[in-house]
């Protein structure tokens, strides 16, 4: 079984029926309704398209917009019918997905009529997009689910989809730009002579034929991609337009390791989805430029277009962007944190033990690191195949300081607690040497000549015999400092 995610788009002028794939799912599936196709290729219940299309004022050339998945091993149908009541060779739109054991897509005009095939293409047979243009349009009115007989079929539909959705978070890109059009329309030519000698003609865009793009990997409908302009018609059927352009389309952020610095490739994919035959994409290199972008919180690195032919010929623009956050703000807010937590750890390894100050800054440091994760799983994006190294390091900061609160428990333990037994003589001997009294900037203390024999004096003295492990309480921290701070250094190191 497999779930398979799509949107149907009918547009008024045609009647022109075509699908797109989602690679991505934003839909939460527990709140859409469900549909089972248990009785064959039967057509049994019929749901209004009146109460589960999606607004289409944007957009006046859309007759349907519906959203909807499927799980199924092969083989589902849909229907779209004028009525209720559909017999097998009655006018309707049937849709069939991974017909053949899931070999090829298919549209027809009737059940079981043949109209048109598209095979279907990559390593896992998805059936990305499919088109019909039918001249003679049906008025829709109902739609109905089925599947192949001995195959169930699970569909979801009528989804609570959110209206706005986050570039970074849904991984997605929006792309505002300027585009200089020009083709030649042969049914456009006329001599100057004959009217008045008038060379252009100024006309809106909707009175003469225009390219029909497509933006093949929209978040939404992927057609009215340019911005309503006037086109200029010359009299040798020169035709040129310079509209607007507003992109949005899918592009996976999906490695945060080096949040905020993080880079990324998106891919944009501009063709056509009729009159393609006839039609050959040019890119003017020499007179476009794919780097400038106005104040964003993303910086273009490199860009750059070149044309190509999808698996079923259609030809398309592919639009590569390179493009890095501009993270200087982000750096500074998530990161300033860890280095007040560093400085305030290192100190807890320099404080008295018979203070306050110890225990105190221990907590602080916890609750810094506690909240600054929180934060930071707010502000990441929580789809990422990889692990932001800012949530790395403060998960780290965070094991740290609790190594360094059990540190601190034991090292006033030892020096506020009175200690029955004298300190071993190895460690006596280590702790007063001078190697080790330099090295980690230990008060001096003189050993005794008879430190651990019977008649020893000093380690009969209560007060003498604590002076000792409140030495070794000291020295483990200093012990405890020399490895945190390269640790520390090396984050640091990291980050920059």
Same mark, same amino acid.
């Given at each position: 079984?497999?779930?398979?995610?799509?949107?149907?788009?009918?547009?008024?002028?045609?009647?022109?029926?075509?699908?797109?794939?989602?690679?991505?799912?934003?839909?939460?599936?527990?709140?859409?309704?469900?549909?089972?196709?248990?009785?064959?290729?039967?057509?049994?219940?019929?749901?209004?398209?009146?109460?589960?299309?999606?607004?289409?004022?944007?957009?006046?050339?859309?007759?349907?917009?519906?959203?909807?998945? $499927? %799980?199924?091993?092969?083989?589902?149908?849909?229907?779209?019918?004028?009525?209720?009541?559909?017999?097998?060779?009655?006018?309707?739109?049937?849709?069939?997905?991974?017909?053949?054991?899931?070999?090829?897509?298919?549209?027809?005009?009737? /059940?079981?009529?043949?109209?048109?095939?598209?095979?279907?293409?990559?390593?896992?047979?998805?059936?990305?997009?499919?088109?019909?243009?039918?001249?003679?349009?049906?008025?829709?009115?109902?739609?109905?689910?089925?599947?192949?007989?001995? #195959?169930?079929?699970?569909?979801?539909?009528?989804?609570?989809?959110?209206?706005?959705?986050?570039?970074?978070?849904?991984?997605?890109?929006?792309?505002?730009?300027?585009?200089?059009?020009?083709?030649?329309?042969?049914?456009?030519?006329?001599?100057?002579?004959?009217?008045?000698?008038?060379?252009?003609?100024? #006309?809106?865009?909707?009175?003469? =034929? /225009?390219?029909?793009?497509?933006?093949?990997?929209?978040?939404? &409908?992927?057609?009215?991609?340019?911005?309503?302009?006037?086109?200029?018609?010359?009299?040798?059927?020169?035709?040129?337009?310079?509209?607007?352009?507003?992109?949005?389309?899918?592009?996976? %952020?999906?490695?945060?390791?080096?949040?905020?610095?993080?880079?990324?490739?998106?891919?944009?994919?501009?063709?056509?989805?009729?009159?393609? &035959?006839?039609?050959?994409?040019?890119?003017?290199?020499?007179?476009?430029?794919?780097?400038?972008?106005?104040?964003?919180? =993303?910086?273009?690195?490199?860009?750059? %277009?070149?044309?190509?032919?999808?698996?079923?010929?259609?030809?398309?623009?592919?639009?590569?962007?390179?493009? /890095?956050?501009?993270?200087?703000?982000?750096?500074?807010?998530?990161?300033?944190?860890?280095?007040?937590?560093? $400085?305030?750890?290192?100190?807890?390894?320099?404080?008295?033990?018979?203070?306050?100050?110890?225990?105190? +800054?221990?907590?602080?440091?916890?609750?810094?690191?506690?909240?600054?994760?929180?934060? +930071?799983?707010?502000?990441?994006?929580?789809?990422?195949?990889?692990?932001?190294?800012?949530?790395?390091?403060?998960?780290?900061?965070?094991?740290?300081?609790?190594?360094?609160?059990?540190?601190?428990?034991? $090292?006033?333990?030892?020096?506020?607690?009175?200690?029955?037994?004298?300190?071993?003589?190895?460690?006596?001997?280590? +702790?007063?040497?001078?190697?080790?009294?330099?090295?980690?900037?230990?008060?001096?203390?003189?050993?005794?000549?008879?430190?651990?024999?019977?008649?020893?004096?000093?380690?009969?003295?209560?007060?003498? /015999?604590?002076?000792?492990?409140?030495?070794?309480?000291?020295?483990?921290?200093?012990?405890?400092?020399?490895?945190?701070?390269? %640790?520390?250094?090396?984050?640091?190191?990291?980050?920059?």
């Amino acid at each position: 079984m497999k779930l398979v995610l799509y949107f149907l788009l009918l547009a008024s002028s045609g009647l022109e029926v075509f699908a797109e794939f989602y690679k991505t799912n934003i839909t939460d599936l527990s709140k859409c309704k469900v549909h089972y196709s248990r009785s064959g290729s039967v057509y049994s219940d019929f749901y209004s398209l009146s109460e589960l299309v999606e607004d289409t004022e944007d957009n006046n050339t859309l007759v349907v917009d519906f959203h909807f998945a $499927v %799980l199924a091993p092969s083989d589902a149908h849909i229907l779209l019918a004028p009525s209720t009541s559909v017999d097998k060779g009655d006018p309707a739109y049937e849709i069939v997905i991974g017909a053949g054991g899931d070999t090829f897509c298919d549209i027809r005009r009737s /059940q079981k009529a043949n109209m048109e095939m598209s095979p279907l293409e990559g390593k896992e047979k998805n059936c990305l997009f499919i088109s019909w243009v039918d001249p003679d349009p049906l008025p829709l009115k109902y739609i109905s689910f089925s599947a192949w007989s001995g #195959i169930e079929a699970k569909w979801y539909f009528d989804c609570e989809r959110p209206n706005d959705i986050e570039d970074e978070y849904k991984s997605t890109i929006e792309v505002h730009g300027m585009t200089k059009l020009t083709w030649l329309d042969e049914n456009l030519t006329w001599d100057p002579n004959e009217y008045g000698n008038m060379e252009t003609l100024h #006309i809106y865009r909707r009175e003469i =034929w /225009q390219p029909d793009f497509y933006l093949f990997n929209a978040v939404a &409908d992927g057609r009215g991609i340019f911005k309503d302009s006037l086109m200029v018609a010359h009299s040798s059927g020169l035709v040129e337009w310079n509209p607007a352009m507003y992109l949005k389309a899918w592009c996976a %952020l999906n490695d945060m390791a080096k949040w905020p610095k993080d880079v990324h490739e998106c891919h944009i994919i501009l063709g056509f989805i009729k009159d393609f &035959d006839y039609t050959k994409l040019d890119f003017n290199r020499n007179d476009s430029s794919l780097l400038y972008h106005d104040s964003s919180e =993303w910086a273009v690195l490199e860009a750059d %277009l070149y044309s190509s032919s999808d698996g079923l010929g259609i030809p398309v623009f592919k639009i590569a962007f390179t493009i /890095q956050r501009i993270s200087n703000t982000y750096n500074t807010i998530f990161f300033t944190p860890f280095l007040i937590i560093s $400085v305030s750890l290192l100190s807890t390894f320099w404080v008295d033990a018979f203070g306050k100050m110890k225990i105190s +800054l221990n907590c602080a440091q916890l609750i810094l690191s506690t909240v600054m994760l929180l934060l +930071l799983g707010l502000f990441i994006p929580s789809h990422s195949v990889s692990v932001p190294y800012l949530v790395m390091l403060y998960s780290f900061t965070l094991v740290a300081t609790v190594v360094s609160v059990i540190i601190a428990i034991i $090292v006033i333990n030892l020096s506020r607690n009175n200690q029955k037994s004298p300190l071993p003589h190895y460690l006596y001997k280590a +702790l007063t040497s001078k190697v080790l009294r330099i090295g980690l900037h230990l008060p001096k203390m003189d050993m005794s000549e008879e430190y651990g024999k019977l008649n020893d004096s000093f380690t009969k003295s209560p007060e003498k /015999q604590q002076l000792i492990w409140i030495l070794l309480g000291i020295a483990i921290d200093r012990i405890s400092f020399l490895i945190y701070l390269p %640790l520390i250094i090396y984050a640091i190191y990291l980050n920059y």
